[in-house]
Nanobody, 115 residues
Framework: QVQLVESGGGLVQPGGSLRLSCVASGSIFRLDDTDWYRQAPGKQRELVAGIDSSGRTNYGNSVKGRFTISRDNAKNTAYLQMNSLKPEDTAVYFC?????????WGQGTQVTVSS
């Protein structure tokens, strides 16, 4: 049984930073694709950032230049470094890991950007 556990969310002032972590436990490929999504109240879930098995990254337009996705394969952990946070970044952030054989989601971590 695979579990993804996100952490690192919280309340931060505009302009601040947070680093989210997503730890995978169980039988999972170390070189799969990992994405971070977010969902704000009343809005659809949107892709924030992704990193594929080759280490190539992609970002949503609204976070380019501010967020950085990375992974530590030895620790089965993915990260999302979020800088210059804005109130519109407020959402629940979810980690997703997928391969041709599986598609797993974490339970989400709340990020609130407010003064």
């Amino acid at each position: 049984q695979v579990q993804l556990v996100e952490s690192g969310g919280g309340l931060v002032q505009p302009g601040g930073s947070l680093r989210l972590s997503c730890v995978a436990s169980g039988s999972i490929f170390r070189l799969d694709d990992t994405d971070w999504y977010r969902q704000a109240p009343g809005k659809q879930r949107e892709l924030v950032a992704g990193i594929d098995s080759s280490g190539r990254t992609n970002y949503g337009n609204s976070v380019k230049g501010r967020f950085t996705i990375s992974r530590d394969n030895a620790k089965n952990t993915a990260y999302l470094q979020m800088n210059s946070l804005k109130p519109e970044d407020t959402a629940v952030y979810f980690c997703n890991r997928r391969s041709p054989f599986y598609n797993y989601w974490g339970q989400g971590t709340q990020v609130t950007v407010s003064s």
